[in-house]
């Protein structure tokens, strides 16, 4: 079992950065894909970046790419979300995740085992 605690959310201004920080539990943490996906208000849930195990691979939506960079730290247990040239269509609840089944990145949310309880972005105009 892995519990994951997203942290790091706030309130910025359109163009500015945030770091989304997720500490999981678990001495395997190590073995697990990781990814973030964010739910806009009225909207489903969507894909933001994935890692792989070593942090040696990643993979990103078409929306972030060149903005945002995911990356992992196995010795403090924490994968990271840095968000820079924010924009309002970024505002919404950012969520971590986790997956047993898969050691490359994963894009598909059906795919991952264990969620975080998400945390705001609000990004205004």
């Known amino acids: 079992q892995v519990q994951l605690v997203e942290s790091g959310g706030g309130l910025v201004q359109d163009g500015g950065s945030l770091r989304l920080y997720c500490a999981a539990s678990?001495?395997?943490?190590?073995?697990?894909?990781m990814g973030w996906f964010r739910q806009a208000p009225g909207k489903e849930r969507k894909f933001v970046a994935a890692i792989n195990w070593s942090g040696s691979s990643t993979y990103y939506a078409d929306s972030v790419k060149g903005r945002f960079t995911i990356s992992r730290d196995n010795a403090k247990n924490t994968v990271y979300l840095q968000m820079n040239s924010l924009k309002p269509e970024d505002t919404a609840v950012y969520y971590c995740?986790?997956?047993?089944?898969?050691?490359?990145?994963?894009?598909?949310?059906?795919?991952?085992?264990?969620w975080g309880q998400g945390t705001q972005v609000t990004v205004s105009s």
């Open positions: 678990g001495r395997t943490f190590s073995s697990y894909a």
């Open positions: 995740a986790a997956t047993r089944t898969f050691r490359a990145p994963v894009m598909l949310e059906y795919e991952y085992d264990y």
